[in-house]
């Protein structure tokens, strides 16, 4: 059964320790719960309708369709579903890139902490960039 005021997370993430540990992290929070996961951005295509997220959190570096590909996929069937590209790459072109596919947000995976916050922004259809990324 559903939580009331409960945020629902899909985590596209290949690398199986980090998908575990966005799992915990964001299943910590009272307001947010992982509602399935994915290894691929094709696995996520695949199992989107079904896990009915609020929104969609995505590595950029994916095998096979990648998370700027994913993002531009899913704004096309589900435009009004928020995805953010979560990714280890703190060049700024590439939240420009991810922005310009369709994302909600750019969060690097450095600062956990600033992760939840950016989740709640998103929510409320704000556009987040992390901080390191911001002029």
């Given at each position: 059964?559903?939580k009331e005021?409960?945020a ?5 993430e290949d ?13 910590q929070e009272a307001d947010?719960?992982?509602?399935a996961?994915?290894?691929s951005?094709?696995?996520a295509?695949?199992?989107?309708a079904?896990?009915?997220p609020?929104?969609v959190l995505i ?8 998370g ?10 589900y ?8 990714s ?7 939240a ?6 369709g994302?909600q947000g ?6 956990p ?5 950016a989740?709640?922004?998103m ?6 960039i992390?901080?390191?990324l911001?002029?």
């Amino acid at each position: 059964m559903a939580k009331e005021n409960v945020a629902r997370i899909f985590v596209v993430e290949d690398h199986l320790i980090m998908q575990e540990m966005l799992n915990e992290f964001i299943s910590q929070e009272a307001d947010l719960e992982v509602c399935a996961t994915a290894s691929s951005g094709e696995a996520a295509l695949e199992n989107l309708a079904e896990a009915s997220p609020d929104l969609v959190l995505i590595d950029l570096s994916l095998p096979g369709l990648s998370g700027l590909d994913l993002v531009t996929s899913l704004k096309a069937r589900y435009p009004e579903l928020p995805c953010a590209i979560l990714s280890g790459h703190g060049e700024r072109h590439y939240a420009e890139q991810a922005m310009a596919a369709g994302a909600q947000g750019y969060v690097l995976k450095g600062d956990p902490d600033e992760l939840p916050l950016a989740i709640r922004l998103m929510m409320q259809g704000e556009r987040y960039i992390s901080k390191a990324l911001q002029y």
